[in-house]
T-cell receptor, first 114, second 113 residues
Framework: AQKVTQAQTEISVVEKEDVTLDCVYETRDTTYYLFWYKQPPSGELVFLIRRNSFDEQNEISGRYSWNFQKSTSSFNFTITASQVVDSAVYFCALSDNAGNMLTFGGGTRLMVKP | KAGVTQTPRYLIKTRGQQVTLSCSPI?????VSWYQQTPGQGLQFLFEYFSETQRNKGNFPGRFSGRQFSNSRSEMNVSTLELGDSALYLC????????????FGNGTRLTVT
């Protein structure tokens, strides 16, 4: 069975601080996909990134960066110079090779204070 | 391009009633998935449809059902509602689930009293 753990349920930072959201996963599949989604108060889940299990390159997109380490089964997400608009709940998710269903972590609520 | 549209946004029902939720996927997307989000259980997969066929089903009782129409629009139905069915129901679509990220709608918030 697949499992995703986001140990941090809530994080509070002051604007411009860097923050890292942790994600640890469990799967027996050799091919799988990892995702991060953002859920603002409006409720919609916004896709941020997808990585497959064969691509361990770190990725940077503006203020966002992701660190995928297969050896520790982790896929961590860092926001650099956080802004108030980053306040949301962030979910890490895992799918099998077919991508037919996502297993979500419990989410991390990020609060960025001005 | 219009996003995933879910209707209605809010619903209040009483125990024992049934409810139907609707989802219109992004144009061209043929796969539609449904997820239930509750404070206690988090986000859980309900089922996924592709070309009018249910391809996967999560671990939910038979009171939860769905269908997909030829235009890819999908509905989910919950019969004999229970208090525990109160949740945010999220619909997601993708061109095909293989290697494609899911695009979610704003959800339907169901309250069962």
């Amino acid at each position: 069975a697949q499992k995703v753990t986001q140990a941090q349920t809530e994080i509070s930072v002051v604007e411009k601080e860097d923050v890292t959201l942790d994600c640890v996963y469990e799967t027996r599949d050799t091919t799988y996909y990892l995702f991060w989604y953002k859920q603002p108060p409006s409720g919609e889940l916004v896709f941020l990134i997808r990585r497959n299990s064969f691509d361990e390159q770190n990725e940077i997109s503006g203020r966002y960066s992701w660190n995928f380490q297969k050896s520790t089964s982790s896929f961590n997400f860092t926001i650099t110079a956080s802004q108030v608009v980053d306040s949301a709940v962030y979910f890490c998710a895992l799918s099998d090779n077919a991508g037919n269903m996502l297993t979500f972590g419990g989410g991390t609520r990020l609060m960025v204070k001005p | 391009k219009a996003g995933v549209t879910q209707t209605p946004r809010y619903l209040i029902k009483t125990r024992g009633q049934q409810v139907t939720l609707s989802c219109s996927p992004i144009s061209g997307h043929r796969s539609v998935s449904w997820y239930q989000q509750t404070p206690g259980q988090g986000l859980q997969f309900l089922f996924e449809y592709f070309s009018e066929t249910q391809r996967n089903k999560g671990n939910f009782p038979g009171r939860f059902s769905g269908r997909q129409f030829s235009n890819s629009r999908s509905e989910m139905n919950v019969s004999t509602l229970e208090l525990g069915d109160s949740a945010l129901y999220l619909c997601a679509s993708s061109f095909t689930t293989l290697n494609s990220p899911l695009h979610f709608g704003n959800g339907t918030r169901l309250t069962v009293t």
